[in-house]
């Protein structure tokens, strides 16, 4: 398998403290790390079990490809990536090319951090996907990055009152809709080594993908609707495992509200039961 794990799900948005603050309070999202750069300024939050979400703002030098995708979306906050951590990314980079899948945007020079992105012309997925290879664990306690590191923005600050937070919720998966099934089962599965299961119930275009750690990713095809990420399920850190069969299905299409610091809908479990 190439891909041991969906890291996390990145995010274009205004700014960290546009999203970042809700989601520490609503979710219980811990503050990780934040760097502030030229091009673009990432930031990480951490959810149960490690899942991640990535909160990447416009960079100091006011341009960048943050900032255009923002433009293109006028300003509102957007799912622009997952990250899948791999063992080895040259392999990873010749396993894609082999099964016809180009990648883009590599940069495995660096001992500390190797990444490509696949090329979503040959995904058929709507959104981007990275590969990276690192030992890295991106916090306070890693010794290569955090002489780099700026606080978290929103604690100890009075412009953003303490409140009440939450317990960390578990984030059990990422829906999507993509156009063509058979270009995204073969960046899936036969390049990042994901197993898939068709959900029980559910129409032959209802997919889960999964890896060995992280959240899983539900697909449907469709040959109408534009592909893009849509949905995050949420769940307690307590709860038992998410089924994947139809009435999953049908909450995504019929129960989910939109998160407005994130650009996207969630489906949250914590207040009702899951099927």
């Known amino acids: 398998m190439s891909a041991y794990e969906l890291d996390h799900v990145a995010f274009a948005v205004p700014s960290w403290t546009s999203a ?15 760097f502030t750069q030229e091009v673009f300024s990432p930031s990480q939050l951490e959810l149960v079990d490690g899942m991640r979400l990535e909160l990447l703002e416009p960079g100091s ?34 396993t894609a090319r082999a099964a016809g899948v180009r990648t883009i945007l590599e940069n495995i020079e660096n001992p500390w951090w190797r990444e490509a992105f696949l090329h979503p012309k040959d ?14 664990s991106l916090d306070s306690e890693d010794p290569i990055i955090s002489p780099g590191q700026v606080p978290c923005p929103w604690e100890n600050s009075n ?7 939450l317990p960390s919720a578990r984030l ?22 994901g197993k898939l299961e068709f959900i029980k119930g559910a129409t032959a275009s209802a997919m889960v993908f999964s890896w060995a750690q992280g959240a899983h990713l539900v697909l449907e095809a469709t040959g109408t609707s534009t592909p893009a990420l849509q949905a995050l399920v949420f769940s307690q850190a307590c709860a038992p495992p998410l089924v994947f069969d139809h009435h999953l299905i049908q909450a995504l ?8 610091p994130l650009g996207i809908d969630v489906l949250d479990y914590r207040y009702q039961p899951a099927n």
């Open 123 to 136: 995904t058929g997925l709507g959104f981007l996907v990275q590969l990276v290879e690192t030992s890295l």
């Open 20 to 34: 970042g603050p809700a989601l520490s309070q609503q979710f219980g999202a811990r503050w990780v790390s934040g």
């Open 159 to 165: 412009q953003f009152p303490a409140q009440t937070q």
């Open 61 to 94: 030098a006011g341009h960048g490809f943050i900032t255009d995708y923002l433009h293109t979306t006028q300003g509102r906050p957007k799912a622009h990536h997952i990250t899948f951590k791999v063992a080895d990314i040259r392999a990873a980079l010749e």
């Open 253 to 260: 299409h019929c129960d989910t509200q939109p998160y407005g």
């Open 172 to 193: 059990d998966a990422i829906y999507g809709l993509v156009r063509d099934e058979s270009l995204a089962r073969r960046a899936l599965c036969t390049v990042l080594g």
